[in-house]
């Protein structure tokens, strides 16, 4: 029998409270035990016990949990473990058997879920980036943490705890309480000395403009318009002799207009004889020695129409009815006014991609000389469409949006992924790890939620610090000694300082009317969160890598290229002035405007162009970790 007190009590089922008073008894003969608790798994007990040979340990009725306990002084019981019965003997016949028991809770997945719902907090938390299959697995929430799960062998409360620094305090411990023989120091694989951090995010600028005031095109084309000095100028007419066509050819409400385009509003008003005046046509007569004859009835005319040389033709005639007959033929070109409207929407879907680039580097002690051996870490995430929804939000917020890092949203999402980058960093730079032996009451101060602070003059600089990661219990079933086996890892970096947060200086105008997202600012310092100071970063100003074109804030004018005027009246009027003394007839002038027609040539940006990609770097501060061991110290 072992000299130290154990004490083992079966219960009924999980979820029982350990109770000193209760439970300090010998339902079995504890002859020996291996126990074991590493970060992030559940613990785990192999006992020695006597075969009972009444059906097993797994006899219908007989309980499967159980508490291990220990007294330690006089009258004082801690417990050990509290688990259920995970693995029976191999050797059914032995009078000593194995048996292994877990300390997994019976409600493991609801605490876990329900822990995992506390954490889905930003930055640490960004669903943009998992994928929707996912966003139920509560493990995902550790991937941007520095954290393991922590489940606790006695009273199986389920926690995260830091692989950093430990929530529950530190064990400090002298060069007594240790075993000197068994002390080891291991080095892990290099650190990585950087994080190369890839975030992909995509939306579609699927927008419709189809109503309301659009963008009008008037404006262009009238001061495009040459001026006829022959024409009306009491207002804002488009002159042709070609009016019909130009009227025909005008494009109409709801049609649609290469490039992406609708017309909104589109019509062409004809104001030849109604805001315009009349021209005074001269009266013609047969024989100007008969004026008595009636004048030619003038035709109503728009001020600067085309009249050509009349053809006039006259007759006598004798008898009872003796007279004059008299015929003119008047060939004339009518000038058209019109008071046009253009007002174009559109109906696109463009293609947009940010990649963010993230290049974290850190400074930690070598322990490797070999050049080039130093880790880079190298990671690729694509995120979900940030102009779908996803939970309860569309990220781009407005899909006309040119960017998105730069937004609100965005920022969140450039934590998010620097704390993935912090945690892989994190993770590797633990790369010592140093192991000790000590008595098991000593050891039994330790949990996984702890520190080790160990004094040892073969240590370098004579001391070392770490997050506990393994902790064994082990009862000799021989020599009765009860021991403890504490592993814990050291980050090893250079305890720069801390980074504090600056809010910068604008360098155009102030930030109350344009913020980050629109200039520069001088000496800005962002932090991920305001309890993790050891990482600051900076949004540079940047210039999506697309068209130009921001449907956010699109104007008329920044999709205008070129206007064209082709065969205005007054250019229609040098072809057909030369024809006025001739005597013209109507097929004649048809023929001579037929090779004029006037047409306007609106050239325009196309808003169906992308797809559009924009590489992101930020400027990142140099990850900033503890020294817990000083491995250039002497010993």
């Given at each position: 029998?072992a000299?130290?007190?154990?004490?083992?009590?079966?219960?009924?089922?999980g979820?029982?409270?350990?109770?000193?008073?209760?439970?300090?008894?010998?339902?079995?003969d504890?002859?020996?035990?291996e126990?074991?608790?590493?970060?992030?798994?559940?613990?785990?007990?192999d006992?020695?016990?006597?075969?009972?040979?009444?059906?097993?340990f797994?006899?219908?009725?007989?309980?499967?949990?159980?508490?291990?306990?220990?007294?330690?002084?006089?009258?004082?019981?801690?417990?050990?473990?509290?688990?259920?019965?995970?693995?029976?003997?191999?050797?059914?016949?032995?009078?000593?058997?194995?048996?292994?028991?877990?300390?997994?809770?019976?409600?493991?997945?609801?605490?876990?879920?329900?822990l995992?719902?506390?954490?889905?907090?930003?930055?640490?938390?960004?669903?943009?980036?998992?994928?929707?299959?996912?966003?139920?697995?509560?493990?995902?929430?550790?991937?941007s943490?520095?954290?393991?799960?922590?489940?606790?062998?006695?009273?199986?409360?389920?926690?995260?705890?830091?692989?950093?620094s430990?929530?529950d305090?530190?064990?400090?411990?002298?060069?007594?309480?240790q075993?000197?023989?068994?002390?080891?120091?291991?080095?892990?694989?290099?650190?990585?000395?950087?994080?190369?951090?890839?975030?992909?995010?995509?939306?579609?600028?699927?927008?419709?403009?189809?109503?309301?005031?659009?963008?009008?095109?008037?404006?262009?084309?009238?001061?495009?318009?040459?001026?006829?000095?022959?024409?009306?100028?009491?207002?804002?007419?488009?002159?042709?002799?070609?009016?019909?066509g130009?009227?025909?050819?005008?494009?109409?409400?709801?049609?649609?207009?290469?490039?992406?385009?609708?017309?909104?509003?589109?019509e062409?008003?004809?104001?030849?004889?109604?805001?315009?005046?009349?021209?005074?046509?001269?009266?013609?007569?047969?024989?100007?020695?008969h004026?008595?004859?009636?004048?030619?009835?003038?035709?109503?005319?728009?001020?600067?129409?085309?009249?050509?040389?009349?053809?006039?033709?006259g007759?006598w005639?004798?008898?009872?009815?003796?007279?004059f007959s008299?015929?003119?033929?008047?060939?004339?070109?009518?000038?058209?006014?019109?008071?046009?409207?253009?007002?174009?929407?559109?109906?696109?879907?463009r293609?947009?991609r940010?990649?963010?680039?993230?290049?974290?580097?850190?400074?930690?002690?070598?322990?490797?000389?070999?050049?080039?051996?130093?880790?880079?870490?190298?990671?690729?995430?694509?995120?979900?469409?940030?102009?779908?929804?996803?939970?309860?939000?569309?990220?781009?917020?407005?899909?006309?949006?040119?960017?998105?890092?730069?937004?609100?949203?965005?920022?969140?999402?450039?934590?998010?992924?620097l704390?993935?980058?912090r945690?892989?960093?994190?993770?590797?730079?633990?790369?010592v790890?140093?192991?000790?032996?000590?008595?098991?009451?000593?050891?039994?101060?330790?949990?996984?939620?702890?520190?080790?602070?160990?004094?040892?003059?073969?240590l370098?600089?004579?001391?070392?610090?770490?997050?506990?990661?393994t902790?064994?219990?082990s009862?000799?079933?021989?020599?009765?000694?009860a021991?403890?086996?504490?592993?814990?890892?050291c980050?090893?970096?250079?305890?720069?300082?801390?980074?504090?947060?600056?809010a910068?200086?604008?360098?155009?105008?102030?930030?109350?009317?344009?913020?980050?997202?629109?200039q520069?600012?001088?000496?800005?310092?962002?932090?991920?969160?305001?309890?993790?100071t050891?990482?600051?970063?900076?949004?540079?100003?940047?210039?999506?890598?697309?068209?130009?074109?921001?449907?956010?804030?699109?104007?008329?004018?920044?999709?205008?290229?070129?206007?064209?005027?082709?065969?205005?009246?007054?250019?229609?009027?040098?072809?057909?002035?030369?024809?006025?003394?001739?005597?013209?007839?109507?097929?004649?002038?048809?023929?001579?405007?037929?090779?004029?027609?006037?047409?306007?040539?609106?050239t325009?940006?196309?808003?169906?162009?992308?797809?559009?990609?924009?590489?992101?770097?930020?400027?990142?501060?140099?990850?900033?970790?503890p020294?817990?061991?000083?491995?250039?110290?002497?010993?």
């Open positions: 029998m000299k130290d007190r154990f004490y083992f009590a079966y219960v009924a089922s979820g029982i409270a350990f109770d000193p008073d209760v439970h300090n008894v010998v339902d079995e504890v002859l020996a035990f126990f074991i608790h590493t970060e992030g798994e559940f613990a785990q007990i006992i020695d016990l006597r075969n009972p040979r009444d059906g097993g797994l006899k219908p009725g007989r309980m499967r949990w159980a508490f291990l306990s220990k007294e330690i002084d006089a009258g004082v019981i801690i417990p050990i473990f509290y688990g259920r019965i995970v693995g029976v003997p191999t050797d059914v016949f032995a009078e000593i058997v194995t048996v292994t028991f877990t300390a997994r809770p019976e409600d493991y997945l609801e605490q876990k879920a329900a995992a719902d506390t954490l889905k907090v930003s930055p640490f938390y960004d669903p943009i980036f998992i994928s929707e299959d996912k966003l139920d697995d509560p493990d995902v929430v550790l991937e943490r520095a954290v393991h799960w922590h489940v606790d062998p006695v009273t199986h409360d389920l926690t995260v705890s830091s692989i950093i430990g929530e305090g530190t064990v400090t411990l002298s060069e007594d309480d075993f000197y023989e068994n002390m080891q120091l291991t080095l892990n694989a290099s650190p990585a000395s950087a994080i190369v951090l890839q975030g992909t995010v995509d939306w579609d600028q699927d927008v419709v403009v189809d109503v309301g005031d659009g963008l009008n095109m008037m404006p262009f084309i009238e001061k495009a318009w040459p001026v006829d000095p022959e024409a009306y100028q009491g207002g804002k007419f488009l002159t042709s002799f070609t009016f019909k130009l009227f025909g050819d005008w494009p109409k409400t709801g049609a649609k207009v290469p490039g992406g385009y609708i017309v909104i509003l589109g062409l008003e004809d104001h030849s004889l109604l805001s315009v005046p009349e021209m005074e046509i001269p009266h013609y007569f047969a024989d100007p020695e004026p008595f004859d009636d004048p030619v009835p003038p035709v109503p005319l728009s001020v600067g129409s085309i009249i050509f040389e009349p053809k006039v033709s007759k005639w004798s008898g009872e009815t003796a007279g008299s015929q003119v033929e008047m060939t004339y070109a009518p000038l058209g006014y019109g008071i046009g409207r253009l007002v174009l929407g559109y109906d696109v879907s293609k947009y940010e990649t963010l680039v993230i290049n974290l580097k850190t400074s930690c002690q070598p322990i490797v000389t070999e050049p080039g051996e130093d880790e880079i870490i190298r990671v690729e995430i694509n995120g979900n469409k940030i102009s779908d929804w996803i939970g309860d939000e569309v990220p781009i917020g407005d899909v006309r949006r040119r960017k998105f890092f730069t937004t609100e949203r965005g920022q969140a999402a450039i934590k998010y992924l704390c993935i980058a945690a892989n960093l994190l993770g590797k730079a633990r790369a790890e140093i192991t000790f032996e000590c008595p098991m009451d000593v050891g039994l101060e330790f949990s996984l939620r702890k520190n080790a602070q160990v004094t040892n003059g073969r370098p600089g004579g001391e070392a610090t770490g997050k506990v990661i902790i064994a219990h009862l000799d079933g021989d020599t009765g000694a021991l403890s086996k504490i592993t814990f890892a980050l090893i970096g250079k305890d720069e300082p801390p980074y504090t947060e600056s910068g200086t604008p360098t155009y105008c102030s930030a109350d009317y344009v913020g980050a997202d629109y520069v600012y001088d000496s800005l310092v962002s932090l991920i969160d305001p309890t993790v050891e990482l600051a970063f900076t949004v540079d100003a940047y210039t999506p890598n697309d068209d130009g074109i921001d449907l956010l804030n699109l104007k008329a004018k920044d999709l205008v290229k070129a206007v064209s005027i082709t065969n205005s009246s007054k250019d229609q009027r040098l072809v057909l002035e030369p024809l006025i003394p001739m005597i013209a007839d109507v097929a004649a002038v048809n023929g001579a405007l037929k090779e004029i027609p006037t047409v306007i040539s609106l325009l940006k196309p808003l169906t162009t992308g797809p559009f990609e924009t590489f992101v770097t930020i400027t990142v501060e140099d990850l900033v970790i020294t817990q061991i000083d491995l250039e110290a002497t010993a």
